[in-house]
Each structure stands twice: as C-alpha cells, then as structure tokens.
C-alpha cells in the first residue's frame, strides 16, 4: 500500500523533471560578456584501481553537486571553447570544442583524477593527479543544439564515462539553447531487439564517407644510414561485435601526427609507425631461396577503439604481402586491401616501399602491383580495339570500292 502511494508520487515529479533537474549540472563559458559554450549533462564515472594490498577496485561515482566550470575554461577567441569542470577533491573533466563557419564538434574529452582522494578512491596504490585523454568527434551543425538523451559511454583506460541527457551548444543565442536540434544517432536509431539473429544485423554504427588518407613518408634509420623507405597513406578498419551489435570504425593515420622508427638487419625489418592514439608495425622479411622479400607481420594497438576496457589490440605475423625481388621496391598506386585479422584490416593507398638494400637514400626500381598492371591493360585493350576497328573499317572500304568498280564494268 505505502510503496504504491509513493510510487504514485514519484511519477509526476519524475514526469516534470524534478529529478533529472537535480543531477544535470549547466555549465557556461563565455568571454567579456558573451556565451561561446552552453552546456548541460550528467555524468557518472567508474574507475578501477590498484590497492595497496595490490587487489582491483571498481568505484562508481555521479558528477557531484559540486562541479563546476574551472576558470581554465576559455572561449580562445569563440573557435575553440574549451569547458573545464572541475569537482571534488581536485578532479576535473574537460571538453575542448572546435567550430567552422557551418558546424562545431567536441574533439578531446580529458579526465583529471586526484587518487590521493582517500575517500573516492580508499587504499589506492597510485597517489596524485592522473591524466587521461580520448578524442571525440561529435559534430552539430551550428545554430543548432546537440542533445544526447542516451547514455554515452566513452571508454578510456581503466575508467568510463557516461554521459547522459546531454546538451550543448557553441555559440548559443542570447536566451539559451537554440530550438533546433541535432539529435545523437542513439536517439534517433531504435534500439534492435535483442532476439534478432545476429547474422541478419547490420551494422549499427552508419560509416560515414571517410576521405582517403595523406600520404605519409616513412623511412628507418640505422647508423645515419637510410635502410628502409615508405610512402603510403594508411586507413585503419575495425570491425567489432559489441553485444549483438556490429560496430565498424574506419579511421586515417595523419602523416604530420605520426612518428615512424624501426630497425633493419639484412633478413628482418621493421616499420613502427606511432601517434598519440595508435601504434602500428610493419615486419619484413627476406626468403633468401627465392630471393625475394615480403610483409609477413602487421600489429596494432589503438586507443582509439575501446576493446574489453582497453585499447584494440591485433597482430598477425604469418601474411605474404607485398611480395618483391630483392633490390626492388613495391609500388601500387590502387587501394589495397591488408587483412590482418578477421576484424582488423588496412586500406593502403600510393603504397612504394622498400625495406631491404635501399641505396643512397633511393628506390631501387619499382615492381607494380598486379591492380596497376590491369589499369594500364585496359588502355592498351582500349587502344587495340580502336585499331582493329580502324583496320576492319578500312578492308570494309577497300571491299566496297572493288565491287563498285566491278558494277561499273558490267554495264
Ligand atoms: C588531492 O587530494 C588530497 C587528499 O584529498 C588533497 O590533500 C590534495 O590537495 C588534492 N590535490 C589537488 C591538486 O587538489
Ligand atoms: C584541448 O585543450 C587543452 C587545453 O587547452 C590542450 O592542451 C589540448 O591540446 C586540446 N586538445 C585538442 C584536441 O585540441
Ligand atoms: C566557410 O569559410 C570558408 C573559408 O573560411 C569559405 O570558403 C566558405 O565559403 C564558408 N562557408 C560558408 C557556408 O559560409
Ligand atoms: C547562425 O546564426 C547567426 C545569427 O543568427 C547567423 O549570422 C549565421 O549565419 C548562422 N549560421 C548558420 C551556419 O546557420
Ligand atoms: C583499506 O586497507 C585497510 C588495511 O589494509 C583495511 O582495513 C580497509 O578495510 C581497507 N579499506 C577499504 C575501503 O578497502
Ligand atoms: C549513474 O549510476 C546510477 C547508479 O548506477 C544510475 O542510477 C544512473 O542512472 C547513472 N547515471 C548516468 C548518467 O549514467
Ligand atoms: C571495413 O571492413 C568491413 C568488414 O571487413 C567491410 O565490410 C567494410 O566495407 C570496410 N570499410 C572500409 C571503408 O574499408
Ligand atoms: C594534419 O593534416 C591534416 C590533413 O592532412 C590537417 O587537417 C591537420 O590540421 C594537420 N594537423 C596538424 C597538427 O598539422
Ligand atoms: C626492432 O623493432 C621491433 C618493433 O618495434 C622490435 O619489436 C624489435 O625488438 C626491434 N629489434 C631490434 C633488434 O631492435
Ligand atoms: C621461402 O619461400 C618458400 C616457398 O614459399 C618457403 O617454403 C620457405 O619457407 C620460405 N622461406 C622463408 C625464410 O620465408
Ligand atoms: C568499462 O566498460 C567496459 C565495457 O562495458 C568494461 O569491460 C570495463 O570493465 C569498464 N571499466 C571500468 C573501469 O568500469
Ligand atoms: C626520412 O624521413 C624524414 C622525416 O619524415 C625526412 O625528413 C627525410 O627526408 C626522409 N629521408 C628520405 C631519404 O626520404
């Protein structure tokens, strides 16, 4: 009787948001006088950590009421705004924003923790501030407000965030959020049944159009001595299962961003290209027998797709790709597919390389892959026909006056 009364209390001041008004915190950054940052949402934190008695622990904690905007926040000249929340006992949670002249985007989540904190995090072995960082790209067209009434999950090591009944908006008018909406696609997408079969699914997480990767040089040095030579623009694509849920995410290595470093003896080398997110590496070997040389290993770890509460781990060390005569370089200027593994493959694009008997800093000479050569077939297939074309054209003709002459003798 008295859990059905309550209950019936409850109702309504759920239904007017008497609740969601208490957790959802609005926070605001602005210069001089002018917004350039409304943003509104709840979150909760789960954190693991080592004890001291060297055990996990799993704390789960809400944004407290405490959280506000940091005085680091700044608007940096209204194209960049960043929020910065700080709560507690030294923590603190930002969000760096961008926009252009048609839309904005939440590029960079970063968490700050104070494990010193006894009470949030009791009998931890770390002590002091720890950092963690993950990039986002969540854009809104500008004039709009983004609103995320789902929860989302963003995962970093050892900790999730979930942000839920989010809004926010860069350059928000003058009155508040602006009434047009874009909605985040778990809003607008119905969730699937979980008795679908799994095979019929697909996928969940819309690809966008991603643009071809830059071009990117890579080279390895051994004793100021260049041994291996690469160019190459990389897109990365994974392929998980979440639940009964397909997820793709196809990403581009930014040459600009990414370190290359390796090494190389006379059977062996490889190719370790790395930036903040990912960590790739490319093993070549010789087959002295044939006197040739191929990829046999790819390898990734990538921050940047969330795995079992890390980063995406994959590697395959027994591929034949790439195959070439030693003193030659691989070039194939068609997109390659590299399957690597079943749910993790490279699209290579412009690829030229060459990890054995580089001389002088210079390609030894190309070997296309077999994609170019039936590129360049289908000009000389092209060229053939037109020929044969001309020449059946010109029998045709020499035929024809023949017989007209023939006719003119008869009469
Ligand atoms: C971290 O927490 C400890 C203990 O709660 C506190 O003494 C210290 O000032 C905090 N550090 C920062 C940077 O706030
Ligand atoms: C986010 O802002 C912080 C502080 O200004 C900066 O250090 C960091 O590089 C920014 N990240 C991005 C992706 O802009
Ligand atoms: C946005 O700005 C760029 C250059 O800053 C300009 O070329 C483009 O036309 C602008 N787009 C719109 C919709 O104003
Ligand atoms: C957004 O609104 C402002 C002011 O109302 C206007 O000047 C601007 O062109 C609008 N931008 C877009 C992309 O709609
Ligand atoms: C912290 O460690 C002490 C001693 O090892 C133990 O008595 C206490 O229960 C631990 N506290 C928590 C919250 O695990
Ligand atoms: C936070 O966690 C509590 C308890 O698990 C849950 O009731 C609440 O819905 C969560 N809120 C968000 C925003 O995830
Ligand atoms: C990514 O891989 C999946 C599964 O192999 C494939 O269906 C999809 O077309 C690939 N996407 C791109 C952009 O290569
Ligand atoms: C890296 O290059 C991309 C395009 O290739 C560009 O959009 C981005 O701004 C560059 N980043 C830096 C830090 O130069
Ligand atoms: C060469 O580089 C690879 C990948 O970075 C590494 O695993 C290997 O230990 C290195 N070998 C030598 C001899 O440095
Ligand atoms: C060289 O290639 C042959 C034929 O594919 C293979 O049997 C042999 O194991 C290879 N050797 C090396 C070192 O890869
Ligand atoms: C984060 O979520 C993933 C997937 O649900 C889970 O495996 C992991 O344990 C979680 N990590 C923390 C710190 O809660
Ligand atoms: C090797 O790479 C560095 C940095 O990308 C570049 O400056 C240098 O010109 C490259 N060397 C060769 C021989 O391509």
Not at 326 to 355: D, H
Request: hydrophobic share 40%.
């Amino acid at each position: 009787m008295s859990l059905a009364v309550s209950y019936r209390l409850l109702t309504p001041l759920l239904l007017l948001g008497f609740v969601q008004v208490i957790l959802t915190k609005r926070f605001v950054v602005k210069e001089a006088s002018k917004i350039c940052l409304l943003a509104e949402f709840s979150a909760n934190f789960s954190v693991s950590f080592e004890t001291t008695a060297k055990k996990q622990a799993t704390v789960l904690f809400p944004l407290p009421e405490d959280a506000k905007e940091s005085p680091k926040s700044n608007c940096s000249s209204m194209i960049a705004p960043l929020l910065v929340v700080s709560f507690g006992d030294g923590h603190s949670l930002s969000m760096n924003f961008s926009r252009s002249n048609v839309s904005y985007k939440m590029e960079e989540l970063t968490l700050v923790l104070n494990m010193s904190n006894s009470a949030l995090f009791p009998n931890s072995s770390k002590v002091g501030l720890f950092n963690m960082s993950r990039p986002l790209d969540i854009s809104a067209k500008l004039n709009t407000t983004y609103t995320c009434k789902s929860d989302s999950t963003i995962y970093m090591e050892n900790v999730n965030v979930t942000l839920n009944k989010v809004q926010w908006e860069v350059l928000p008018p003058a009155d508040g959020f602006s009434k047009t909406k874009t909605e985040c696609h778990a809003d607008v997408t119905p969730s699937v049944p979980p008795t679908t079969p799994v095979t019929t699914l697909a996928p969940t997480t819309a690809t966008p159009v991603i643009q071809n990767p830059t071009r990117g040089r890579y080279n390895v040095t051994n004793n100021n001595v260049t041994c291996l030579l690469a160019e190459m623009g990389l897109q990365i694509n994974i392929t998980q299962m979440t639940g009964n849920k397909i997820a793709t995410k196809v990403f581009n290595i930014y040459p600009n961003l990414t370190h290359a470093s390796g090494n190389c003896s006379k059977d062996h080398a490889f190719l370790q290209l790395t930036d903040k997110w990912t960590t790739l590496i490319f093993q070549f070997v010789v087959n002295a027998t044939f006197n040739n040389f191929y990829l046999k290993g790819i390898s990734i770890s990538s921050s940047l797709v969330p795995s079992q509460g890390k980063g995406f781990q994959a590697e395959n060390i027994s591929l034949h790709y790439l195959q070439t005569s030693l003193g030659k370089s691989y070039m194939c200027q068609a997109e390659q597919v590299l399957q690597v593994t079943p749910n993790f493959s490279i699209n290579a694009f412009e690829l030229r390389v060459q990890p054995f008997k580089v001389e002088n800093s210079k390609y030894g000479i190309a070997e296309e892959c077999q994609m170019d050569k039936d590129d360049m077939l289908i000009p000389i297939i092209v060229g053939a026909a037109l020929a044969g074309l001309v020449l059946i054209v010109l029998i045709a003709y020499l035929i024809g006056r023949k017989r007209s002459h023939a006719g003119y003798q008869t009469i």
